[in-house]
């Protein structure tokens, strides 16, 4: 019975259903991932079976978004145009999509931006499915959509939620035009929304219920398990130089933004590290990331990827871009947090890690200077109740198993075993669900 996970996004976006899609390998299911060919090395190294969706991930437009630019109307704009492209890519995956069903699929665990397609691909084979996200989407009064806007009070942070799906501006989109290929009802997004809302289609939110807990108002079929963490291939070893840096002094202070800067703001940035870091009076290790940082100076160290499972439980801080996986592993390591958000689901992290009280602050990365960025850190290294509190939130989610929840959920998809029938969809036929739904859902 195949799994089938498709996925899109950067690799902080990915990581965790490659993590996912391991546990699922290990209580007995072949696994495959539709993803970008990116990520092909890391799927196939985890034991799942690579599946290829075209397209490049850092060329989503996420480093466009979090440059380093003054705060003013050419933000909107540039959101505007972020997702149309973003919508333009999804309906390119629509063809890759039914690809990669058609070499075999038992169950659709449907993520990213393509949730929603997944959803009708699903229903067209047949066959069952579930979503998977990483932030929490659904319209709900305890907080705002994660998109950066502070809370507006219970009706208006609902009535928000409510808005991005009925205007499409949100990552799960539908199309109509892709429901009529494969002969299911045409829906947009808010109808898919509320009949999913109908079915309780099973809804999984990796991220633990002690950092957001499930509102109240969010209808049955949505739970919020906890964290899927990524696959660690066994004997990976770090670099001499690493080791060496590490031995040579106290805890550094971990830098890095993963995906969240952009080439172009190079310089800039890592001027801005290096300036905050001395400061500080800390030593510091910088990964790179995508905007290919190069920070110099005494007591730093510059490098590339470093898995976090190993790096951040050495180091007295965390400085990071605020992703979600980020998030979820500072909060793993069990060391404060300070942080530099960019866009979108970035700034809700950011208040959630000071409400829990494992970070002293945060700075949006194009208004942050060196001299705010210093004392946080130092705030950071310097008061013990941030240590102690990121500890307990470790010990808390070391208990936490969200992988195996979500694989319980799966064996009960799959439970009694369905019959065996090929997956291969014919886009010219049409299901016994096709008669269009009514507008109103």
């Known amino acids: ?56 991930p850092s060329r989503l437009g996420v480093a466009e978004q979090g440059r380093l630019k003054k705060p003013g109307p050419g933000d909107t704009l540039r959101a505007g145009r972020w997702l149309k492209n973003i919508a333009q890519h999804v309906e390119e995956l629509s063809g890759d999509l039914v690809a990669a069903a058609r070499q075999g699929a038992d169950l659709l665990l449907c993520c990213g931006l393509t949730t ?24 709900t009064g305890d907080f705002p959509p994660p998109i950066g806007t502070p809370s507006l009070g219970r009706r208006a942070n609902r009535a928000l939620g409510q808005l991005m ?27 898919t ?31 919020v398990v906890g964290y899927w963490w990524p696959y660690e291939p066994p004997g990976w070893q770090p670099p001499q130089e690493l080791v060496d840096f590490l031995d040579a002094g106290p805890e550094p202070v971990r830098v890095g933004l993963g995906s969240g800067g952009d080439p172009r703001d190079r310089a800039e940035i890592s001027a801005l590290l290096a300036t905050a870091l001395r400061k500080a009076g800390v030593r510091g290790i910088v990964q790179s990331g995508w905007a290919g940082l190069e920070v ?50 970035a700034p809700f992290w950011a208040r959630r890690l000071v409400a829990l009280g494992a970070s002293p602050g945060y700075l949006p990365l194009n208004k942050a200077d060196p001299d705010q960025l210093a004392r946080l850190i130092r705030a950071a290294v310097d008061r013990p109740g941030y240590r102690t509190r990121s500890r307990q939130l470790a010990a808390t989610l070391a208990a936490e198993d969200g992988a195996g929840r979500t694989v319980a959920t799966v064996q009960r998809l799959l439970d009694p075993p369905r019959p065996h029938r090929p997956t291969t969809i014919d886009l010219g036929a049409r299901t016994p669900e096709a008669d269009r739904e009514a507008p109103g859902g």
């Open 116 to 139: 929603f397609h997944g959803y009708h691909l699903a229903k067209a084979l047949g066959i069952p499915s579930m979503g998977l996200a990483l932030q929490p989407l659904h319209p």
């Open 165 to 191: 799906f009925t205007t499409g501006l949100t990552p799960w989109r539908s199309s109509p035009r892709f429901c009529r290929e494969l002969g299911v009802p045409a829906l947009t997004t808010a109808q």
């Open 1 to 56: 019975m195949t799994v089938l996970i498709l996925t899109t996004g950067t690799h902080g976006d990915i990581a965790p259903f490659i993590g996912l899609g391991r546990r699922l390998r290990e209580s007995g299911y072949p696994v495959a991932i539709a993803t970008y060919a990116a990520f092909a090395e890391q799927v196939r190294a985890s034991g799942a079976e690579f599946r290829r969706l075209t397209g490049d």
């Open 296 to 345: 110099t100076g005494d007591d730093i160290l510059t490098l590339g990827d470093v898995p976090h499972r190993w790096l951040f439980p050495r180091t007295a801080a965390v400085v990071h871009h605020v992703g979600a996986g980020t998030t979820g592993a500072g909060l793993r390591a069990g060391v404060p947090a300070v942080t530099l958000p960019t866009f979108g689901d």
């Open 193 to 223: 929304l509320r009949r999913t809302a109908r079915e309780r289609w099973p809804v999984h939110y990796g991220f633990s219920p002690t950092v957001v807990r499930r509102p109240a108002d969010w209808r049955p079929g949505i739970e």
